[in-house]
């Protein structure tokens, strides 16, 4: 069935979805390493490209290929790769884009593993970065260099939950030539589609909102074009970090109800953030769908809905910010986030320990900050968690 004309809840159902001889309802999994020939020609015509018969799951394979083809219809892109992790998907992005001698720009507040490989690993073979507030054009222009490559977005970055605008940041970095890869994990496409916004590859780990159920991790790549697709496809199949046809299996189940999900957990992160406004413990609160929210115009333009994901700083400090994590019940103390289950985790001590406290402090992520994924679970048992934690503080 051609599924391209169809909605977007009618893909997350049908785009990519293979049919085996027997008819079976859903993508099968094809959990073989290898794929035989039927003569020698035929090896050859594989290898070749002439026949687009299947060789070697790290190549290929029809459960990875059916999920990477439903991704790519829901970001509106050429095709994806599909990888081992999410960090698998941003490494994987790096080593295409980057060289030695290549220069990058990012989000500050970026996801933290995203930066510190750069630091820890990249600059090693001469690789430079520039970590800047993104959600001020004029940074990112004053940022490039005659040798800048890539410009590396992720919005609603993570923890700080503030916003690039897409559209723009990805026209100045064209007048360049540098590529744009957007971490679309916060939104999923189905808030946003950094492609139609004029990036050239939508990045997801696939741990949170798109599979969605905490039992699995993994990443993607989607481009825009056959050319950038191409490119990432060459180096995900020689680094290796593919992903696994039972990943796969279960990734493609978890994405169907995506926006079922999404609908309810962003219509209760949205009574949860109005609570959390309007209590006297609360030191601030970041989410996009609030109006007190800097970038509240910019979510509504570039976004279709405000997400799941609050960061909020407890009166106290990280003293208090530990009590609420200490006396939640329902919410999960747990790092992740996109799942049907609430979590609640302190970026500061947790994921972004790796990151210098000078560089956290400039990307906004100060001691007190508390994130929070909001679940599907009963909206009032969530507040009342809440309700309950901040009494004890
Ligand atoms: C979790 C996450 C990653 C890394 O994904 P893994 O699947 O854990 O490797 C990258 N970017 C963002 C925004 C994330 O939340």
Redesign the pocket.
């Known amino acids: 069935m051609d599924t391209k004309n169809l909605g977007f809840d009618s893909k997350l159902i049908h785009a990519g979805d293979f049919h085996d001889e027997y008819g079976s309802a859903v993508t099968p999994i094809y959990q073989t390493s290898t794929f035989s020939f039927k003569s020698a020609q035929h090896g050859a015509d594989c290898f070749s490209g002439k026949d687009k018969g299947y060789i070697y799951t790290r190549i290929g394979n029809p459960t990875i290929n059916a999920l990477e083809n439903k991704l790519a219809e829901l970001e509106n892109g050429y095709r994806g790769v599909a990888l081992a992790?999410?960090?698998a998907a941003?490494t994987t992005a790096y080593m295409t884009f980057l060289e030695k001698g290549a220069h990058m720009i990012s989000t500050g507040a970026v996801?933290g593993?995203?930066r510190a490989v750069i630091e820890s690993h990249f600059q090693k073979f001469g690789v430079e970065a520039t970590f800047t507030d993104t959600s001020v054009l004029e940074n990112i222009e004053n940022a490039i260099k005659p040798n800048t490559k890539l410009l590396y977005l992720?919005t609603p970055a993570?923890p700080t939950i503030q916003l690039t605008d897409i559209r723009r940041a990805s026209e100045i970095a064209h007048k360049h030539g540098i590529i744009v890869v957007v971490?679309n994990?916060?939104s999923s496409p189905y808030l946003q589609k950094p492609l139609d916004l004029g990036a050239d590859v939508a990045l997801h780990?696939l741990?949170?909102f798109i599979n969605g159920h905490a039992d699995i991790?993994?990443?993607a790549l989607i481009a825009k074009d056959e050319d950038v697709y191409n490119k990432i496809r060459k180096t995900m199949t020689y680094m290796g970090g593919n992903m696994d046809p039972h990943q796969a299996y279960l990734v493609i189940r978890g994405v169907k109800t995506l926006s079922l999900r999404i609908d309810r957990a962003q219509e209760s992160a949205m009574k949860v953030a109005r609570y959390l406004e309007n209590h006297p413990k609360i030191e601030w609160i970041k989410y996009p769908g609030l109006e007190s929210f800097e970038q509240h115009e910019l979510a509504k333009e570039q976004m279709t809905g405000f997400g799941s994901m609050i960061s909020f700083g407890v009166k106290g400090g990280h003293r208090a910010g530990e009590i609420i994590m200490d006396n939640v019940h329902l919410a999960t103390l747990a790092v992740?986030?996109g799942g049907v289950e609430t979590l609640i985790q302190h970026p500061s001590s947790m994921t972004h320990a790796a990151v210098s406290k000078e560089d956290k402090l400039a990307a906004g992520i100060t001691d007190g900050l508390v994130r929070f994924s909001v679940g599907i679970e009963d909206v009032n048992d969530i507040i009342a968690d809440l309700d309950h934690a901040l009494a004890m503080v």
Request: without cysteine; hydrophobic residues 25%; negative net charge.
């Open positions: 992790s999410g960090m941003v996801y593993p995203s992720e993570n971490d994990t916060f780990s741990t949170k991790v993994g990443g992740s986030l």
